[in-house]
């Protein structure tokens, strides 16, 4: 995904929400309700099985905004993340990745705990590209995915389109079960209210 920016219209010395786009028209519907004049530029989410990429992008967006304020959209998705961000004026949201900030730490827990392997649009829509840049084929994929996880559990937002296709389609692939869980929004906007300087509050 491109940069985007929300409505209402960018102010002069808005703050910059820079991060993965898996949840970029979660964070855009959430800016457009609440007033908050932030620009945002979202990263592609298939980055996160690319861990050099990853960094590469992350660092050369950065740069372009060194001098403005920035809120960082990731989660724990690169172990070199602390390091990267240090140089600039980023402030990282908390939490340990997206589906955390989405769900709360005790559901996200609690469906791990359940063996659940956390499946979302974009994920769903990109799998066979990702399952072959990860495993290198269906047949690991398959004997790794049984071995770890119960099912596949689709995270289903009000921003979301209809991905039940894809998302059955990749549980075949990897012979387990689809659950599905409706999330509502409530979670991702206390997350983004902790970091968004209240300034921009309405």
Do not use: K
């Amino acid at each position: 995904m491109g940069g985007m920016t929300t409505e209402p219209g960018l102010v002069p010395g808005a703050p910059l929400l820079l991060g993965c786009g898996i949840l970029a028209r979660e964070i855009e519907w959430l800016a457009r309700q609440n007033g908050w004049p932030l620009e945002c530029q979202f990263l592609s989410p298939s980055l996160h099985i690319h861990l050099g990429q990853l960094a590469r992008e992350l660092q050369a967006a950065l740069e372009r905004s060194r001098e403005r304020e920035i809120i960082v959209f990731y989660g724990m998705c690169h172990p070199m993340l602390e390091r990267i961000l240090a140089p600039y004026q980023a402030r990282q949201v908390g939490g340990e990745n997206c589906v955390e900030m989405l769900l709360g730490r005790e559901r996200y827990l609690a469906e791990l705990a359940g063996g659940a392997f956390f499946l979302m649009e974009d994920w769903a829509m990109g799998w066979d590209s990702a399952i072959l840049a990860t495993f290198g084929g269906l047949g690991l994929a398959r004997e790794i995915f049984q071995s770890s996880h119960t099912c596949l559990l689709g995270l289903r937002t009000p921003c979301s389109a209809d991905f039940r296709a894809a998302a059955e389609a990749a549980a075949r692939s990897v012979g387990l079960p689809l659950r599905w869980l409706d999330c509502g929004l409530e979670h991702l906007e206390n997350v983004l209210r902790q970091s968004i300087p209240e300034a921009a509050w309405r």
